[in-house]
């Protein structure tokens, strides 16, 4: 419960208002109160400070529970999908949040020491935005979930991890599905390429 209300704060709503962009959200193209959108409209710092809160309102929560006695593996995986939820499906903005990439890598940086789920994730992301070209972000986004679950379902292979990770990404394709900006069609190409 406290993961999914740590989720629940929209720190791109706060900080929008907090730097004078109160039409961030709305000025984006998939009125998604994400860290992306953050950098893009509401300039560096409103970028930085949303980036940061994201990143701890994921890992915290998971940090704290692994911290504890030894975790069950699937109340781990709630904990770990938790915040994700929460941005998802906020409770203070009407359920209506954002992606959760952030939280995401929030959220696997609480392994640490355990560094392979949010190293694979990174990974996919960086192969299919610098080798693999995927665009627009929102199949790239898509592919790199999914390729990332398969990854830690066969090779990462540690039960709470990748359980969790299965609802975050059924959560993260559901607000994809849900995404209010006009998608381009998806256009691949390797990087060697023009």
Avoid at 83 to 102: M, S, T
Avoid at 164 to 176: E, H, K, N, P, T
Wanted: charged share 10%; net charge positive; proline share 6%.
């Amino acid at each position: 419960m406290v993961g999914y209300l740590s989720g629940s704060v929209l720190y791109a709503q706060i900080f929008a208002r907090l730097f004078h962009k109160p039409d961030l959200i709305e000025r984006s193209n998939d009125h998604n109160p994400g860290t992306a959108n953050a950098f893009q409209y509401g300039g560096f710092w409103c970028g930085v400070l949303t980036l940061v809160c994201d990143l701890l309102k994921g890992f915290i929560p998971v940090f704290v529970f692994l911290a504890g006695p030894k975790p069950d593996p699937i109340a781990c995986a709630l904990v770990l999908a938790a915040p994700v939820i929460g941005h998802a499906f906020p409770v203070f903005y009407r359920f209506q949040g954002g992606k959760g990439i952030a939280v995401t890598f929030g959220c696997l940086l609480g392994f640490l020491p355990i560094w392979q789920p949010v190293a694979t994730l990174a990974m996919y992301f960086i192969l299919f935005s610098v080798v693999l070209q995927i665009s627009p972000h929102f199949y790239r986004t898509l592919v790199a979930y999914l390729c990332s679950l398969v990854h830690m379902i066969f090779i990462v292979k540690i039960p709470a991890i990748w359980m969790g990770f299965l609802v975050i990404s059924g959560v993260v394709l559901l607000r994809l599905h849900m995404s209010k900006e006009q998608r381009e069609q998806i256009e691949v190409k390797w990087v060697w390429t023009r």
